[in-house]
């Protein structure tokens, strides 16, 4: 315990901290801060771009993940400095806000602390650093806002959206063109933005060029009985919040049979309870039921020989999943089931893969719902395809309603002149932090350049004059290299609220960062 953490009263030394209580302050926190958070954001910083490298993570106990995702790699990393944490936060913010723009998010945020770092050590107060940061970030929406290249995009752009998000991802065998027609049918489907209304589902076992779009969900239950139909066309479906076994008595009874006769007239009162929940659900005229609870094996025949198909102990998600798609209405028991609770789907269908047996549900009544169904050969192909896609996903919804911008690194160049341009009008020190903003904007493109295979400062060089000559220009990674050239043209657009939420992220997290002058840590 240092001096400084005594207060004196009254002569007496008044400890106000626990003594296992670990304390950095002032420079020593603030250097091993920022040092913690460019760690982090070096760590993704050979991901970015399409030619990014990928990441293999091994936990402790043994399982791998192999992604090129900044959000899942930060998330799968065991991050332990509180710093370092923050950024990880950075990534998951912009995950959750717009689904893609992590990488990006998280190298702009160790940048902007690396650049940090120099103002204080040139002795510029932390509280200029984050004024001017603010500043700045202003600056950058404004150009931002500038650059949005359109906002009623048409198919292509949507494609061109979604390849662009899905580039460097591992697809497996499949080009990114497919995947992203798959995935602008989805949106597009849905008649527009609802995201919600759109899952993908992942499945094993066959290449990736198998993955399709379902209009419909696919819920994962086995039929009651292998006897049971696999496909109903222009289906009734019922869901059922009931048990069909033989109805348990409150009192613990007991058979008082004195002969044989009492007894079978026992078990034939019985079977006639069991062929009763049969008969009653076939005679309400339904095809398909969904069962949360149990089948007596004895129902389970009798609803054979009915030739209905239905699936039992069905969980709650698919309940309400078999509900929304088909605008069936749940009831408690079998008895009173009727037509008005039916749902109904032009195809219901099960299918086998491997060990497991999905149900499709299309052409649903109440359905606005579409599922991507995912392929892969292996886990880590289908993870990774499921992670692109979700990313897809997301970016052609935020681009639909958002607008888009030229990708590739022009974007990032063309805000940083900008922020650059506008330091004049800031008083102050605070310019030199508007001015340490641009300059940790231009990691990105560098970045960009790095894991192209292009020589850095020529590149930067080259995207910096053509800018000042009023050209769009990016990094556009063709084969094994890239050129300077309009991203639009070659088709590489990312969702404007990608870059919106990166800046805002970035900055939000490298202010916090740089703000603390003490760490106290409860050990
Ligand atoms: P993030 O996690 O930030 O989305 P990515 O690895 O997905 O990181 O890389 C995104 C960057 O790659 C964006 O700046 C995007 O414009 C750029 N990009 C995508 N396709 C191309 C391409 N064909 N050529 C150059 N840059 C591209
Ligand atoms: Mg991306």
């Known amino acids: 315990m240092s001096q400084s953490d005594q207060r004196r009263m009254g002569g007496q030394p008044m400890f106000i901290l626990n003594e296992d209580t670990d304390r950095t302050s002032g420079d020593d926190a603030q250097t091993s801060n920022i040092a913690a958070g460019k760690a982090v954001s070096e760590s993704v910083r050979t991901t970015l771009g399409p030619r990014g490298m990928d990441k293999m993570l091994v936990s402790d106990d043994g399982d791998v993940v192999i992604t090129n995702d900044g959000a899942t790699i930060l998330d799968e990393m065991d991050i332990e400095h509180p710093a370092a944490q923050m950024l990880t936060d950075v990534a998951e913010t912009q995950e959750e806000e717009v689904g893609d723009g992590t990488t990006t998010a998280s190298v702009l ?22 004024e001017g940061y603010h500043r700045a970030s202003e600056f950058a929406q404004d150009a931002i806002e500038e650059l949005v290249v359109s906002t009623d995009l048409d198919d292509e752009q949507l494609l061109q959206v979604a390849e662009s998000s899905m580039t460097g991802k591992g697809t497996g065998s499949l080009p990114a063109r497919d995947l992203a027609r798959t995935v602008v049918d989805a949106v597009r489907h849905g008649g527009g933005i609802d995201r919600d209304g759109i899952t993908v589902h992942t499945q094993v076992g066959a290449s990736s060029s198998a993955t399709e779009l379902v209009e419909g969900v696919i819920v994962d239950e086995d039929r009651a009985s292998e006897e049971m139909p696999r496909s109903v066309s222009d289906a009734s479906i019922a869901v059922v919040e009931a048990d069909l076994e033989v109805a348990e008595s409150n009192v613990d009874a007991e058979y008082q049979v004195s002969n044989v006769d009492q007894l079978n007239a026992a078990l034939d009162a019985e079977l006639d309870q069991l062929r009763g929940y049969a008969d009653t659900l076939a005679a309400t005229g339904v095809d398909v039921v969904f069962l949360d609870g149990d089948i007596d094996d004895r129902v389970g025949e009798f609803l054979v020989e009915h030739g209905l198909l239905v699936f039992e102990d069905v969980d709650s998600d698919t309940v309400d999943d078999v509900c929304a798609a088909t605008g069936a209405s749940r009831v408690g028991s079998v008895d009173t089931l009727g037509a008005d609770e039916f749902g109904h789907a032009e195809q219901l269908s099960v299918e086998t893969f491997g060990d497991d047996e999905l149900v499709f549900i299309e052409g649903g009544d109440a359905a606005t719902a579409v599922t991507i169904f995912a392929r892969g050969g292996t886990e880590h192909v289908v993870d990774e395809l499921e992670r692109g896609l979700t990313d897809a996903l997301d970016v052609v919804t935020a681009a639909l309603s958002g607008g888009v911008v030229p990708g590739a690194g022009a974007t990032e160049i063309a805000v940083a002149n900008h922020v650059r341009e506008s330091t004049a009008g800031v008083e102050g020190r605070r310019q030199l932090a ?11 493109p560098r970045t960009l350049a790095e894991n192209t295979g292009m020589d850095p400062i020529d590149a930067l060089v080259e995207l910096r004059s053509a800018h000042d000559d009023g050209t769009v220009a990016g990094l556009i990674s063709e084969g094994q290299t890239g050129v300077v050239d309009d991203p639009v043209e070659h088709g590489v657009l990312d969702p404007a609220a990608v870059k919106r939420e990166a800046v805002r992220s970035a900055t939000e997290a490298a202010t916090m960062i740089a703000r603390i002058d003490d760490v106290i840590a409860a050990n």
């Open 434 to 444: 508007v001015e340490a903003f641009a300059d940790a904007l231009d990691v990105l």
């Open 109 to 130: 945020a160790g940048h902007l602390l690396a650049e940090a770092e120099s103002l204080l050590d040139d002795d510029v107060h932390p509280t200029t650093i984050v």
